[in-house]
T-cell receptor, first 114, second 109 residues
Framework: NAGVTQTPKFRVLKTGQSMTLLCAQDMNHEYMYWYRQDPGMGLRLIHY???????AKGEVPDGYNVSRLKKQNFLLGLESAAPSQTSVYFC?????????????FGSGTRLTVV | ELKVEQNPLFLSMQEGKNYTIYCNYS?????LYWYRQDPGKSLESLFVLLSNGAVKQEGRLMASLDTKARLSTLHITAAVHDLSATYFCAVDKDDKIIFGKGTRLHILP
């Protein structure tokens, strides 16, 4: 049982390049989330999804897009990377009713934009 | 808009001492979570608090929730070095889970 898997774990991008971060969960969770973590800022919610085919904006959605075409996968896209998007990105998931059981986090993706 | 505030943001304490981390939030919610994060690692779930008056304990850590005051506390009893980490509270509101900025706890031997 892998839980929540994020790929890649590390990436360096040049300004203006695009990339997609993949989050995959094998727990049949309905809810999935993308966060970014910056020093002194805690975790800030970028986008989230409450089920296959749905997405919604979080606290800091600008510059990012997401898709949830399959229940087990939640993709985060950067169309034109900027240095301000240098961060550690975490994906999390939970059951619908299992929010009562908390959330499972992936191991993170460390992204540097130069 | 839901806001979650933790204090203190940094805490340095001696082994054997007791201390409390506070988590205040701005709108009504009855789900609050505590997580631990070690440097360079992901987040580990510590406690899930689901109702007013909920209290949970695990080892030297005890968490409580007062939904009327919109306050949760994480109490550390007789701290040991292994508890050094960053602790986050998070509040669930309208399908969003919003985190506080974290409390970086450093326990001195």
């Amino acid at each position: 049982n892998a839980g929540v898997t994020q790929t890649p774990k590390f990436r360096v991008l040049k300004t203006g390049q695009s990339m997609t971060l993949l989050c995959a969960q094998d727990m049949n969770h309905e809810y999935m989330y993308w966060y970014r973590q910056d020093p002194g800022m805690g975790l800030r919610l970028i986008h989230y999804s409450v089920g296959e085919g749905t997405t919604a904006k979080g606290e800091v959605p600008d510059g990012y897009n997401v898709s949830r075409l399959k229940k087990q996968n939640f993709l985060l896209g950067l169309e034109s990377a900027a240095p301000s998007q240098t961060s550690v990105y975490f994906c999390a998931s939970s059951y619908f009713s299992g929010r009562d059981y908390g959330y499972t986090f992936g191991s993170g993706t460390r992204l540097t934009v130069v | 808009e839901l806001k979650v505030e933790q204090n203190p943001l940094f805490l340095s304490m001696q082994e054997g001492k007791n201390y409390t981390i506070y988590c205040n939030y701005s709108t009504t919610s009855d789900r609050l979570y505590w997580y631990r994060q070690d440097p360079g690692k992901s987040l580990e779930s510590l406690f899930v608090l689901l109702s007013n008056g909920a209290v949970k304990q695990e080892g030297r850590l005890m968490a409580s929730l007062d939904t009327k005051a919109r306050l949760s506390t994480l109490h550390i009893t007789a701290a040991v070095h292994d508890l050094s980490a960053t602790y986050f509270c998070a509040v669930d509101k309208d399908d969003k889970i919003i985190f506080g900025k974290g409390t970086r706890l450093h326990i001195l031997p």
